[in-house]
């Protein structure tokens, strides 16, 4: 990244600014938990003009391993948190995030490492500086399909309501989750969107001739070989679809975004930022995930669409990432680091000559980051 193009850069939010006697583990089950991380914000601005950052707060057992048995938490539709415990020695537990049961021969089965819920989080209108953290407006599981937490929120404003895309996690599916809020601090469930395992959903702010757009990331197992002489590679990728009303989506038939060889975003993408117009057409940020060990090197890119027909790229940079990991900001918190070489970036919003963008960094903090429109491409 050409820091030239960077004009302020911060880490906003960690886990030593959180109060954990207000976390909802801690309070609900008596346990001692930590904060494992607090990243991944949506980014909105509100009616006052104050930016809010919608956290993903990953809460931990301080004490997951116990008699050899790993410890796991799960959410009960009694409103509470249950405690379960399973054999180390039968789980795969090299990704830091999630394990695996081995003793599930063919279908793969995780457990989480933490379990995540949401804070509203107030900042100056620059996005540099904390108002206020509303440790009573936090978004935890409401149903079944949400038993292993709400991952990942996604803000578009549409008209005069906030619209709020999660990922909802649980044994039944993988889903996404649709919220709305009509002041962008108090959300409603609307309900599930799309059923299938489907990540980094994130809508577009205005119809487009006549529908509702957004960017998905259908997940699956299953895989099938390119062409050897294409440029792209089987595996996650960025689709379109469109919706006559948001809760009922038909994919575009087209592909959209996808790996490539020989590129940083060999292993998979997903959609970030909400599309911002612009006088060229709608600008995407996206991060794109380069090959290398367990979790992979996460760099944010950026395109530009065709207004009309966003299914038509007209600008893309996949050699120079718009935003990298940054270490120079994370010296404060490498007693409580655990990845490295992630950015995640998950919002943005217009501030005269620059945007503001929201990022998480290593799984961790909040990144905010002020680029000049004019620099941007």
Known sequence: MQQSKVIKDKIILSPKEIDIHLCPIHQKTGLETY?????????????NGNLLLMVRIAESLKEPLKDQKFRMIRWHPADK????EHSA??????????FRFLEHDFVKVYGLTSFS??????TTPDGLSIIQIHYDKIIE????????????????????????????VSSERHSTTLYSSQDGLNYHLEGII??????????????????????????????????????????P????????DLLHWKPIDSPFLRPRKNSKINLKLGAGAQPILTDRGWLILFHGVEKNETVGIYRTFRALLDKERPWIVKDIDICEP??????????????????????????????????????GEDDLCCRITHINKEDIF
């Open 35 to 47: 904060i494992l991380g607090t990243f991944n914000p949506a980014l909105t601005r509100l009616p």
């Open 237 to 244: 990728s960025i689709n379109l679809a469109q919706s006559p």
């Open 117 to 122: 819920w949401l804070l509203p989080v107030e």
């Open 141 to 168: 599981p409401r149903t079944s399909y949400q038993e292993y937490g709400i991952e990942d929120p996604r803000i578009t404003q549409i008209g005069n309501t906030y619209y709020m895309t999660t990922c909802s």
């Open 194 to 235: 799309l059923d299938h395992q489907n990540k980094d959903m994130v809508l577009f702010p205005e119809k487009i001739n006549g529908y509702y757009m957004a960017m998905t990331r259908p997940m699956g197992e299953l895989y099938f070989s390119t062409y050897r002489d294409q440029m792209y590679l089987p595996g």
């Open 322 to 359: 718009l935003l990298e990991s940054n270490t120079g900001l994370m010296t404060d918190y490498q007693d409580i680091s655990y990845l490295s070489d992630v950015v995640f970036t998950t919002g943005i919003v217009e501030a005269d000559d620059h945007y503001i963008i929201a990022s």
């Open 81 to 84: 948190y249950i405690i379960e």
């Open 89 to 98: 020695e039968r789980l795969d537990t090299r990704d830091p995030r999630k």
